[in-house]
């Protein structure tokens, strides 16, 4: 990619060409940052707009980051092509949007039968995706950080009852991810729309389900208002993580204190927007179970098919991409190490609190 230039010298920056709405003078930097989500959205919204608000109170008003949110500046599946190509320097959102151009991304937003949000964390810090994350990225011109996870999430609402595997057959379905891909050999058929088009399709019968994230966004959304059946847990997609992305020139133009601070500020975003989904899922699971809302089950039928789908899928992808068998060798060692884990520790305790 040919450098572009988003800072410039001397005592302070000056300004640089195209949307990236770049520094100012006076050592002041202020750039545009665009979302996959809408501003407004709780927690994946809000995630962009408190990182903004973090890296410019910490940096005293140093760099300064105005949020569009999705469709503002790019289309929600258009962010990280954007930065890429340096007409913003900062994206937001889940790497999955842009798994057209690699699909190993999709193991850094979730995957079937996969990490926990907290488990996913672990895997970026200490087990080596991190590390495998940058290379990928560097080969785009891209900077990536973790900004949080939705927690676990719900399997998607549907307008009728999911009774067996036969109940899928021929399916609409919003759904993102490698779980459309599970889905869709159980014969679904799968749809990936932006979230702000998910509520008229449901409504209009376009499609007959949509997995969307979780009770305080499904709820914010009026999915209930459509139908009451839920399905929980999303066997499909466990979690959702989102990350902040710099165009490569531009992260390499910011001194080395805002560095730090935008890489802190993108953890503390996360540590925020996982509170904050524990907290108001709970919230919005009582307020939509008061409401009449349904919150089932798959059948055991189900799962199964799906477990057996998405090995199917994995081993293709596998098979078909270095980068994904890159990533899947490190994200299956830690894998069955945390799942080990969580059998000894974490399910008792879930267990015995019931």
């Known amino acids: ?207 007959d389900a949509a997995e969307w994230v979780g009770p305080m966004l499904d709820q914010a959304f009026g999915l209930q208002r459509i139908t009451n059946i839920c399905y929980m847990p999303a066997y499909a997609e466990p979690g959702a993580a989102v990350a902040v992305v710099f165009n490569q020139d531009a992260w390499a133009e910011l001194p080395a204190d805002l560095q730090t601070i935008c890489q802190h500020a993108a953890h503390a975003a996360a540590l925020e927007m996982h509170a904050q989904f524990d907290y108001f899922n709970a919230q919005s699971f009582k307020a939509l179970k008061d409401e009449g809302v349904e919150f089932l089950d798959f059948p055991k039928d189900v799962i199964d098919a799906m477990r057996g789908a998405w090995e199917e899928v994995r081993e293709e992808l596998r098979g078909q991409s270095e980068d994904v068998a890159r990533v899947l060798e490190s994200y299956d060692a830690y894998y069955q190490t945390a799942h080990a884990y969580s059998r000894a520790m974490t399910e008792p305790l879930l267990a015995g609190r019931n």
């Open 1 to 207: 990619m040919k450098r572009r230039t988003f800072l410039a010298g001397g005592a302070g920056l000056a300004a640089a060409t195209s949307l990236a709405a770049p520094a100012i003078a006076q050592g002041r930097v202020q750039w545009n940052i665009a979302s996959a989500f809408p501003k407004a959205a709780p927690g994946v919204g809000t995630n962009v707009t408190r990182f903004a608000e973090m890296v410019a109170t910490m940096s005293d008003g140093r760099i300064q980051l105005e949020v569009y949110g999705a469709g503002e500046l790019v289309p929600p599946f258009g962010v990280e092509d954007a930065v890429q190509q340096g007409n913003v320097p900062v994206g937001h959102g889940p790497t999955y949007y842009a798994a057209g151009k690699n699909p190993a991304l999709h193991w850094y937003t979730g995957v079937p039968f996969g990490l926990t949000s907290t488990e996913h964390v672990a895997w970026l810090k200490w087990g080596g995706g991190q590390e495998i994350w940058d290379d990928i990225y560097a080969q785009r011109n891209l900077k990536p950080f973790y900004s949080g996870n939705s927690n676990t999430q719900s399997g998607g609402w549907f307008k009728k009852r999911i009774e067996g595997v036969a109940d899928l057959q021929g399916l609409n379905m919003r759904i993102a991810g490698l779980g459309g891909e599970m889905l869709r050999k159980l014969g679904v058929n799968a749809v990936l729309l932006p979230p702000t088009e998910i509520f008229q399709a449901l409504q209009s019968g376009a499609i």
